[in-house]
T-cell receptor, first 115, second 116 residues
Framework: DSGVTQTPKHLITATGQRVTLRCSPR?????VYWYQQSLDQGLQFLIQ???????AKGNILERFSAQQFPDLHSELNLSSLELGDSALYFC??????????????FGPGTRLTVL | AQKVTQAQTEISVVEKEDVTLDCVYE???????LFWYKQPPSGELVFLIR??????QNEISGRYSWNFQKSTSSFNFTITASQVVDSAVYFC?????????????FGAGTTVTVRA
């Protein structure tokens, strides 16, 4: 158990809908990262938040947004869902903003299925 | 451009065989970090090892060993005397210090199946 929690574990929804994925980092960790694992794109970095602020952006679609709250939990919002958004979404957390010894610990993932 | 290449899509071995997973990376940074993660059928990502670009020493941890060669930009992973529980998808990943975000760039993964 990495100490990172993600809810829900599974989510099934329809095209065009909007969903919110939630991540609670390990106690004391300030950074949260979101990754998407799909059959087409593999595992790819979406976005990082550090202490409430956006720190880095990867291949995140405009239909997707994220935020990190004062209690450091993070939410990933996916809107106007398409079939291709079906994937496993991982959250990871690290102690600092990133760096040589700032290991990322991964949560169990949320499996999103868009029908 | 793909920064991490895992050319082997799938490897199938019989228990007790050794299996080596290849990882080739591409970066212009002089400071970078390489990782291996394991993703068992249950789906979670399990951290196995982190290596920085200045440490080319090979590492052994139980049945796992890693061979880092900067000259060939490779960071290969060997499982010795494989077991059925080693069946998983293994990902190699790169984090570049120059990007200042330390995000992980993953390879496509290699699926290892160990048959009893």
């Amino acid at each position: 158990d990495s100490g990172v929690t993600q809810t829900p574990k599974h989510l099934i929804t329809a095209t065009g809908q909007r969903v919110t994925l939630r991540c609670s980092p390990r106690s004391g960790d300030l950074s949260v990262y979101w990754y998407q694992q799909s059959l087409d794109q593999g595992l790819q970095f979406l976005i990082q938040y550090y202490n409430g602020e956006e720190r880095a952006k990867g291949n995140i679609l405009e239909r997707f947004s994220a935020q990190q709250f004062p209690d450091l939990h993070s939410e990933l919002n996916l809107s106007s869902l398409e079939l291709g958004d079906s994937a496993l979404y991982f959250c990871a957390s690290s102690r600092l903003a990133g760096g040589p010894v700032d290991e990322q610990f991964f949560g169990p993932g949320t499996r999103l299925t868009v029908l | 451009a793909q920064k991490v290449t895992q050319a082997q899509t799938e490897i199938s071995v019989v228990e007790k065989e050794d299996v080596t997973l290849d990882c080739v990376y591409e970066t212009r940074d002089t400071t970078y970090y390489l990782f291996w993660y394991k993703q068992p059928p249950s789906g979670e990502l399990v951290f196995l090892i982190r290596r920085n670009s200045f440490d080319e020493q090979n590492e052994i941890s139980g049945r796992y060993s890693w061979n880092f060669q900067k000259s060939t930009s490779s960071f290969n992973f060997t499982i010795t005397a494989s077991q059925v529980v080693d069946s998983a998808v293994y990902f190699c990943a790169l984090s570049e210090a120059g990007s200042n975000d330390y995000k992980l760039s993953f390879g496509a993964g290699t699926t290892v199946t160990v048959r009893a």
